[in-house]
């Protein structure tokens, strides 16, 4: 009999004692993100970035939603051959143009100390911890524990051993995010669509894209982009249309960053796709009739399609009031980097 990763971790999360919680300590990161595109505040995504599946198992538990993901392999023992990284840097796997546009944000003059001037409003800080905490639910070893472990086997892979708490929020919108505030330990919320349109692996995958803004340190900017956009403090004095623009370029970037991080930690590129495939157009009732390599060969035609002139300026012009890069651009991207020697040699840091 075969098991899959969210098979051992159901097994890890039943056999935790009841009671048993991380120890909380607090952090200086700041960060706040979303996990399928809008055209709303919390912009991202570069105009430039660039399988099998595996038999379920015989015997297993399943939760109510949709089936486990086509696209997770299935490790031939219990054991857990994943890899990896202790000692892992956001350096390590921070996109190029996440790097490029970081250097534009702080080039800026001024821009970086109003952003954090920003983040360190009481009001705002408050406003958005407390609404997340008085309606949600937190995830934890005797609460929600099978998200609680993927929690806490992401951040292990990721090197992370300040690990942020998890709550569950209650919405028809499939989202995801992550925020940090000054002197709080960091949380990441899940909306409940998100959970019933997911698999556990693509769950851990999203929440690993989360910790990636951790791990990166994207805590200044994108906590300053998600309180404007929230409107819980007003810089419309101060900021341009040329620095908002700048700012949505660095946020799409960023996020090629994170979907990096997701990669890492679950291992399969196409597990990583199958999530982007659901968050663009994915249905629980049909997400057995969903193909990978179909949405891979649609990325292949974007990219031909809009690689003419007008095309160019089109796919621009689209991206433009965009949060997160277009959900085949982030399919292209993460295929690619799955097959290249910089993501091979990440095993060996």
Not at 4 to 29: F, I, K, N, Y
Not at 225 to 234: E, F, I, M, R
Request: net charge neutral.
């Amino acid at each position: 009999m075969t098991t899959t990763r969210t098979d051992r971790v159901r097994a890890l999360a039943s056999s935790l004692p009841q009671g048993e919680h991380e120890g909380t300590q607090s952090t200086q990161e700041q960060t706040r993100t979303a996990t399928s595109p809008t055209p709303t505040a919390s912009p991202t995504s570069p105009t430039s970035p660039t399988s099998p599946t595996s038999p379920a198992p015989t015997t297993r538990t399943t939760r109510t939603g949709p089936p486990a993901s086509p696209t997770a392999p299935a490790p031939t023992s219990a054991a857990d051959p994943r890899r990896r990284y202790p000692n892992l840097n956001g350096s390590d796997f921070q996109h190029p143009l996440d790097k490029q546009n970081t250097q534009v944000l702080r080039s800026l003059p001024g821009l970086e100390f109003v952003a954090k001037s920003m983040i360190m409003s009481t009001s705002a800080e408050e406003v958005l911890f407390l609404e997340n905490i008085s309606s949600s639910v937190l995830a934890g070893p005797d609460q929600l524990p099978t998200l609680h472990m993927l929690l806490t086997d992401a951040c292990e892979t990721l090197g992370m051993k300040n690990v942020p708490d998890l709550y569950v929020r209650q919405n028809p919108v499939p989202n995801a995010y992550t925020l940090a505030l000054t002197g709080r330990r960091p949380f990441i919320v899940l909306h409940t669509s998100l959970l019933d349109l997911l698999s556990d692996d693509e769950l851990q995958a999203v929440i690993a894209h989360e910790l990636g803004h951790l791990k990166c340190d994207h805590a200044v900017w994108l906590t300053a982009a998600n309180v404007l956009a929230l409107g819980t403090v007003s810089l419309l004095p101060i900021v341009s249309a040329t620095v908002e623009d700048a700012v949505m370029r660095w946020l799409r970037a960023a996020e090629l960053s994170c979907d990096r991080a997701a990669l890492l930690v679950v291992q399969d590129p196409k597990v990583v796709v199958s999530s982007f495939m659901k968050l663009a157009g994915g249905s629980g009732r049909f997400a057995g009739e969903l193909s990978v390599d179909a949405f891979l060969q649609q990325a292949k035609s974007y990219e031909q399609a809009s690689s003419s002139p007008l095309g160019w300026y089109l796919r621009n012009a689209q991206n433009r009031a965009l949060s997160h890069p277009l959900p085949v651009l982030r399919a292209a991207e993460i295929d690619t980097w799955s097959r290249t020697a910089e993501y091979k040699l990440m095993g060996k840091r």
